[in-house]
């Protein structure tokens, strides 16, 4: 993916030059929101305990299920460029980008009570529980979009404004980092789980114990690729500053990103997807 980026621009840039440098390209920064949807986005915290010894078997669940999703910060920074599709016309143009893209979103729990199936269980675990659990997913994302371009006459190209776009296109994302960070009553329900099964081991029979599994979700493991549709609109300014530094042009850019394909790879509650909204700042270089 990081290479198929590389040569997208790559591309661009050796097109442009041979188009008369017809290339724009810069670099660009994007700040926004981004929250799980999907028929699985609610969050099931699931434990499985079973009992070991002369008698092995299932002593049953414990589960929490969470209330609602938030929103989190999402950004993206990288490299992007556009051209021309044909060379006598500048209305419609071809536009990649290469872009570090991070989600954020958490699940929260309020005043929660965990589902048992054992009445031993109740008296080891709190009545309700309030926490929540955030998670980050980091990505390279190679969008590539149609860009439908305002037209300009030379004079008004002399002003400050540039014109306004519009676009929309595919982006293929290649997952690099994920983390579920638990807080509050969230993170200590697990402790609870694992100090009911290590009391087990402090009985006067040693070979009788109790164990616990975890059941993993499809937010704690997404798959390794998602495609996602984009669709856009921004706008260009230059001779912002006035410091003769560089080309002083800046794009504003307002972005929705909707993922086409579930993420969840766990095999339990795996038809989540990611959506994010954007606003950018690109500069030309």
Known sequence: MYRAGLIAILVLMSLGSLWSLELDWGIKYGLGSSILQGYDRAYELNYDLYEHGTNPNYLGYIRLRSHENKDGLAQNAG?????PIAQQTHSVRLHTELLWHRYKYNYQFKEHAPSVSNLIFASALADTLTGRIEGTADYLSLPIFISLNQGLSEEQLQKSYQG???????????LLNQENNLYGGIKSLEAQVQNFVTASLTDDNPDDYYSYEKKQTGSDEFTDFKTDLVVGAGFALKDIFQFGLGKDEFVFDFRFTMALND????GFRDAITLRSIMF?????L
């Open 79 to 83: 490299l992007y460029a556009s051209l």
């Open 280 to 284: 950018s700042l690109g500069c030309k």
């Open 164 to 174: 306004a776009h519009i676009y929309v296109g595919p982006s293929f994302s290649l």
């Open 263 to 266: 993420l969840g790879n766990a």
